[in-house]
């Protein structure tokens, strides 16, 4: 008997679907102000309506089973239209109320069914509501998914485009900023970092990071590099920049020097290259291009600058490793202690006297002198160029080495 008297109640509305539509399409308007003309038109919405009431109805008679594929469908299509999710959610709230509404009071005018029958049929409309609803969100979700993966795509072939140097029109690199998010003119900064291993992101998660400190940024994975073009709207983002990559790089990273124009962003990536390679291989050394003159230019010419190491470094490197590492480990902290023989003894934890007695090993067995300004020079450039060649695995024994600073 209920199935019966419900199967009537939804046929009677069933009847008026068309007009009960156009009633649920202006109560959302009436209540809902974010949806706009010029966003869902007129007739769509009293259709989206006219959807929902009829596939309500059907099931509720018992005629079909719920179709929820049409309420992904409309979810889908107001992802696509830019109403966002909350603003969607809001409507459908308005309609189930009134559709609920629109059950009772027919249900009183009529007589179909009494009272005792409309709390089964309560709980009958709730479940429906809820799978269309649920329908409808999950169908929004995978259109907004689906547009991000494409608009990431196009991200990154325009990326990949200017990093190659190809040939872009003046309409085509305005539309590629636009894409990006960031100017026509710069300046920019390209980024190039070793990957771990293919396939597997240098710097994850490196935009957000950036865009965090108000820095605009698109990226680019290759199999043996992660890219980045990074827009530099302040003389400070390029320190910001760099702190970021030291916090979170695995491997060598470079940074090229500035530039106006997204045009020049191959010939940028070629110099954020030469500043990757004049990184210490075997660290997560950041070079910054202009603020490294040095590395870049033992990096610059790699097969010139591995045969000068040889030649400048040759004796050094022939000693047993213990010796060879304790020297050139020795040279590369007095360097970077400025050419100080305390600061360096501070960073060893040895004797200052200790150090300047292994830096008279390196200047007799390269024959350079180390107050001399050209030989300052040449055991700088061999050290780097040694320091950017990956170790291979030592075949020496891993005992005692015999180290000494006798």
């Known amino acids: 008997m209920v199935d019966k008297q419900v199967n009537a109640l939804a046929t009677a509305l069933l009847e008026r679907v068309g ?15 974010d949806y706009h003309y010029d966003v869902v038109p007129e007739e769509e919405l009293e259709e989206a309506c006219r959807i929902h009431l009829g596939n309500a109805l059907r099931a509720l008679s018992g005629q079909v089973p719920l179709d929820t594929e049409a309420a992904a469908r409309i979810g889908r299509r107001r992802a696509l239209q830019n109403v966002p999710l909350p603003t969607v959610m809001t409507a459908y709230r308005i309609g189930v109320k009134y559709f609920w509404e629109t059950v009772v009071a027919e249900a009183r005018t009529t ?5 005792d029958v409309l709390v089964a049929v309560a709980s009958a409309v709730s479940e429906l509501q809820d799978s269309i609803t649920e329908a409808m969100v999950s169908g929004y979700h995978d259109a907004v998914a689906q547009r991000l993966v494409a608009g990431e795509h196009e991200r990154s072939a325009l990326v990949e485009a200017l990093l190659e140097g190809r040939s872009m029109g003046t309409d085509a690199v305005w539309s590629a900023a636009e894409v990006l998010g960031v100017p026509r003119d710069g300046p920019f900064a390209v980024v190039a970092a070793e990957v771990p291993q ?4 240098a710097l994850p998660e490196v935009a957000a990071l950036l865009s965090r400190r108000g820095i605009r940024s698109a990226w680019r994975l290759r199999p043996d590099l992660q890219l980045g073009l990074v827009y530099l709207r302040t003389s400070r983002d390029l320190e910001d920049l760099a702190e970021v990559l030291r916090h979170h790089a695995e491997r060598r990273v470079g940074v090229s020097p500035s530039y106006d124009d997204l045009c020049r962003t191959g010939d940028a990536l070629r110099f954020a290259k030469v ?7 075997d660290s997560d050394t950041v070079t910054v291009f202009d603020d490294s003159p040095v590395a870049v230019s033992a990096a610059g010419a790699p097969d010139i600058m591995a045969r000068v190491a040889t030649n400048v470094l040759g004796p050094i490197e022939a000693l047993p490793v213990g010796d060879r590492e304790l ?7 007095w360097f970077g202690c400025g050419g100080s023989a ?5 960073h060893l934890y040895v004797h200052p006297n200790t150090v300047r007695m292994r830096l008279r090993r390196i200047a007799e067995r390269t024959g350079r002198s180390l107050t001399d300004p050209r030989g300052i020079t040449e055991l700088s450039l061999a050290l780097h160029a040694v320091r ?6 030592s075949s020496e024994s891993t005992g005692p080495t015999g180290t000494t600073d006798s």
């Open 19 to 33: 007009e009960l539509a156009k009633e649920m399409a202006a109560r959302v308007r009436a209540l809902s102000r």
């Open 111 to 115: 007589s179909l069914v009494g009272s």
């Open 198 to 201: 293919i396939g597997r992101q």
């Open 275 to 281: 500043a990757m390679r004049g990184g210490d291989a």
């Open 327 to 333: 020297l050139l480990d020795t040279l590369e902290v």
């Open 342 to 346: 305390e600061e360096a003894a501070k």
């Open 388 to 393: 950017q060649t990956p170790k291979p695995p």
